[in-house]
Every structure is written in structure tokens, then in C-alpha cells.
């Protein structure tokens, strides 16, 4: 796997694009969580549900090297959004010793640093400084755990999801003085299996093979992981439809919940405690946690269809009041809570990308999503409500599997968008959400 970086910080040279031009704008100060983890053939339009207006920007066509596309068109029409800048001056690339280039599964920036993790197919995850652009440590699984499908973190602990069902616990220990992570557990644990493994009413039959296994099993690919730390709770969907519950406190599975009729592909959770799962089986379903006869259970409370495709990818944004599902049909849908109600509604769809969208995150007032046709967009909410294509970040040779971000600093409008495709190629572009009279600048 390797490493392109296109920061421009350590470096004095930028590269302008020739076509770039001042642009004025209303000064306006973004407000960005810092860090962020992990998808038709116009390039950009906006189509509200309710309206037939669609605004759409031009792109170029894909290279090698990467760059940026701007939306000029979404931009004239509303001065409140700032321009972009993206600043970019090749880096040497990094290759891991594992070596070979295999498909980039998984991304996530730590909660402390700017240290990124990264996943491979090769059955490794790797840990960058993105300030540096080195290699720091190298985590090797064994084949049987299969590749990486989702990270996420437990305070300083690492939380990895894999094709082989479970689930991978590591803690860092830089009592060496240098960076290092050991196990501590997988899930289920074994004290977890010995609570179960006597009882037969705690068996399940598997859909393949015939067999049986403890329900606190899953049995096909943990797709996706989320974590609500002020509840104490880990939340995994997989591949056989079902989603589980886990104590961060002793790594338990409580609960194990029949949440789609098809491969859950997506899961994310609320400050408050609403659960969003997506699915192979086009819709997006809400779970609230209740109390029944002194124990929580998680129930279903709404079943959202929009999409005409699976839904590969969701992302809260907007203090949870606003979800968006990516989707295998192209697009995607913008769900905004309306007042009296406790679930949401469709407000508007996003098209652009030329793809099935494969990965969304959202931080500030953002939204980045990579798709299958090797781009990666952002958008921004405009003066009339709608979201709009600010611009396009190109340079993967094959489909955007994972995304991540991070804020360099507070409100000063820096985002280092890091991208990993299926070329097994990670591309980071440092991007500005400007507010003074500044232009575009890219390779």
C-alpha cells in the first residue's frame, strides 16, 4: 500500500492553477469538530424532493495526479458559501514492509493526534503521522481474521471490525518510548463464550452451513462499528442482518437485534441514543433504547425508504439532526428531523457522483462523501437550506472505499481530507474554507 500525501504545510512551493481567480465573499468563521473517522451523470446538481430545480458545475476528467474540481457555478450563485483552496506539493511516497499494494478498507484519524490508521486487504493496519508523513507501527492479523472493515475508538483504546465476524480490541503502550499497541481482547471474549456456551437456548442456527453458534456471535463480516462512550455502549452490524450491543465497561455482548431483511452495510448513533442502521436492502431503519422489565432493549421506531439501491454509507451532521445515506444508486439523501417527530424525513438528494457512494463523513459544517467513480466531494449547506457541491477532489485510479478528515486547527478553516481507494492508494489534500479574496490553488 502506499502513501501519496499532497500537504502542503512543510513545504514553501505551491502549484496555482491558471484558471484561478479571485472570488469575493462574506466573511463567515466555521465551527469544526476537529477530527473526524470513517459513496447520474451530471458531475454536481442538487435536486430538492420537493422542487425540480437543479443546480450543476462541471468537472475534468480524471488523472493520475491529483487535483481539485470547483463547482464555480454553485458558488456565484450563493456568495454566503467561502471558496476553497486546495494546497498540494507532492510528498515521497510510503510503502508499508508488508509490502504489495492491496485495497485501502478502512480510515480513521485518532481522537488525540494526528496520527491515521489505516486498513489494508492484507490483513494489516497501518499508523501514519500525517504531519511527517511516516510510517509509525504496523499491525499484522492473521489471515483467518480476514481484512479490516471498520475502526473506531474506545477513548485511547482501538476498536476493529473484520471479515472473519469479530471484533479487535488493542490498547497503546508507549512504555518502550515508542508508539506500540498490544491486544487485550476479542469479541465475544471467552469469559463471554463460557457465560453461554452451556445453555442450548443460546444457540442460533447459521444461515450457511447448518451450524450452530452462540448468538452473541455474528456470523459474516462485521460491516461497520459505532461507539456512544456517554451511554457505555459499542454498536456492530454485519453481513448476516443482524446488529449487536456491546458494554465498552467488560466487552459483553447484551443485546443481539434482527435489524434488516439483507446485509447491514452502515451503522451510526446519536449523542442522544438513536441508532441508524443502513442495509443492502435499500432502507435505513431507527432504534431507540428503552427499558423493558428492568433491562434496555433496543426497538425499531421508524423503517426510512428512499433510495433505490443499497445503502452503503450514513453520516450525522448538524448536532444529529440531519442524517445522509449514500447509496449504490448514485445518490444521496438528505434526512432532516421535522418538529413532533421522532424520526426523520427526506429533505433533499444529492447528486454528482457517477457512482455508487461508498463512504460519508461530516465535521464543521461539511459533508465529504468518496464513491465508485474514483472522486471525492464536498459539500456545504448554501443561504436557501439546500447542500452544494463546493468542489471535487480526483486522483484515485479506482473506487473511494474509505474516507477520513482533520481539522488542523480551531476555526481557522484548515481540512486535511485523506482518501483510500481500491488502487490501494491513500491521497490526502489540505484543503482551506477561505473567507478572505483568495483563489483556488492545485496541481
Known sequence: MKLKSFIGLPFTTTMSSPDSAPTTTKKTTPMPS???????????????????????????????DSRVTTSYLSLDDDKTIPPLRLLSTPLPSLTPPSSPSYSVTALAFSS??????????????SLYNTTTSSLIEELN???????????????????????DGKIRVWKPNRATG?????????????????????FPGNYVQMRRH???????????????????????LIYSVSWDKRMKIWSVNDLRCLESVNAHSDAVNAV??????VVFTGS???TIRVWQRKKERNRYRHALVATMKKHRSGVNALALGENDEVLFSGSGDRSIVVWERTSGRDYMEPTGVLRGHDGAVLCLI????????????????????????????????????RPVKALAARWEGEGDGVVSVVGGGLDGEIRVWRVNVLNDNVDYKCD
Open 34 to 64: 476537529k477530527y473526524l473517522s470513517s459513496n447520474p451523470s451530471s458531475d454536481s446538481d442538487i435536486s430538492d424532493i420537493s422542487s425540480s430545480s437543479v443546480t450543476s458545475s462541471s468537472s475534468s476528467s480524471s488523472s493520475l
Open 112 to 125: 488525540a493526534s494526528s496520527i491515521l490508521f489505516s486498513a489494508t486487504a492484507a490483513n494489516t493496519l
Open 141 to 163: 492479523f492473521s489471515k483467518s481474521a480476514g481484512a479490516v472493515k471498520s475502526i473506531t475508538f474506545i477513548g485511547p483504546k482501538l476498536v476493529v471490525a473484520h471479515q
Open 178 to 198: 515508542s508508539f506500540h499497541h498490544d491486544p487485550i481482547a476479542t469479541l465475544p471474549t471467552v469469559s463471554d463464550r463460557i457465560r453461554h456456551f452451556a
Open 210 to 232: 447448518g451450524r450452530r453458534r452462540l448468538w452473541i456471535e455474528h456470523q459474516d463480516a462485521v460491516s461497520c462499528l459505532a461507539v456512544n462512550e456517554s451511554l457505555g
Open 268 to 273: 451510526v448513533v446519536s449523542r442522544s441514543g
Open 280 to 282: 443492502a436492502d435499500k
Open 362 to 397: 461530516y465535521g464543521g459544517d461539511l459533508l465529504f462523501s468518496g464513491a465508485s467513480d474514483r472522486t471525492v466531494r464536498i459539500w456545504r449547506r448554501g443561504s436557501e437550506g439546500r447542500f452544494e457541491c463546493l468542489c471535487v477532489l480526483e486522483g484515485h485510479r
